[in-house]
């Protein structure tokens, strides 16, 4: 079995590889440069003088110096709040596998992809294209587990300080439907904001518009459980790229329940979304005509996308790559910090070591970073800071092969990642049923690595709060069966972990040759 001692020499032997090679093409260069200054040297007419002259290459003045060696990267050690990180301490509190959506997609937008097209994360997407009303007069899909969703195309008038969109449809076939829908992508909280959506009949007067707008327009709520970073992106921030990406930022969006901190917060992927003014819904006196407005997020599972559910295909390999462009991260063909770095040979395998404020903590924190040392890598640690900078973060996290941490919400950081980095996912006992649905799946997903820990009884304070003939610890089943809130009470809210480095150290060898 593998041992510290293998690790941490396989990271030596790599280095001095580096090492080794790095004085090899010095050498080999030298000697290149010797051959042409001898062979020229040697070109000369024999009745030349035998006097070495210093010969100096001519350069071109378009021709870029050279500088020798490349520039330090910028020291990106900076740390995040508690909130950015894993406000809270919460943990998803639904639907512990998902639920899989309705087949096919609510709407009648037409901008479909032409064959062999997809998105790649990055811009250059289908260019969007009118929607076209359907045949019927209903406008509202609300058959989907995890969400409702109206589509209205052709004349749709907000009303955002009544929360309320009309749809003008033609002809005026309606018998004055109307909707009570809640606006994000998690319809089973009985708080999220809700928005009425109306089709008016013959005999209804449509309001006047205010203001006419050419561009589609999304009307969506903020709220539910968001706070936690975990939530910010399932609930939100994937299914507004899911609904929104498409239209490549000509899109405007009216935000009911609005909260500040989040759009500024997440203001660079918010720019990446539209190019116009994000509208407050509720305190909007308007009447704003749009000739395609949407009503509601899409979404296909916890922090996931099923790539056969909606027209586009998105991946969330493609959702990875659209956060990484969003805040400037380099593209996707760059490889991680470590192997993009090969002239350096000192450089080790970076991981950030996310630790939790409350629950789910490190008891044995020192030795994990002793031990993390050990086994060759450069440990970045992540503390709670309330004035940390969320853009920072980002990029310290891009200069890290790999992010470490106990099961919980801090471990979403993994979508500023680059391919082929590595997710070290420690899973507290008694939750593992759990484990790769909310972070297993959606890391391979978007082409990171993953390495999930499960931690054994004695490495949980549960065993010594309640011993080992406690159902807790013998029979974790019975306490799932128990329901949602047994499990949060005991293994989510009761538990820390002493993380045994001795047994977690294979884990740690798997991570090394994946970044390797």
Sequence with gaps: MWSAKAAKSMVKRRICRRRFGALFAAALVAAVVALVVFSDLFAQDPNASSQFNTLRPVRDASEPRETGQSPNKEDLATVTSDQELDAGNSEPNQDFHGTKPAAGEGGTA???PAQGERSTGESGLVPYTRCTPGTGTTVCDLSNQRYDICELCGDARTIGHSSTVMYVPQPRASNGEEWSVPAQSR???PWIKKVTVKSLNASQLEPSCTSRHSIPAIVFALGGFTGNIWHDVSDVLLPLFLTVHQFDRDVQLLVTNNQPWFIKKYSAIFHRLTKHEIIDFDADKQVRCYPHVIVGLRSHRDFGIDPNAGTHNYTMLDFRLFVRES???????????????????????RIILIERGKTRRFMNAPEVLQGLDWFGFEVVKADPRIDSNLDEFVRLVDSCDAIMGVHGAGLTNMVFLRSGAVLVHIVPYGIEFMADGFYGAPARDMGLRHVQYSISPDESTLLEKYGWNHTVIKDPEAIRNSGWEKVGEFYMSAQDVVLNMTRFGSSLLKAIEFIM
């Design 110 to 112: 037409t901008a479909v």
């Design 327 to 349: 805040y400037g991260l380099p593209a996707s063909e760059v490889d991680i910090p470590y192997r993009a770095d090969k002239d350096d040979p000192e450089r080790k395998p």
């Design 187 to 189: 319809k089973s909280l």
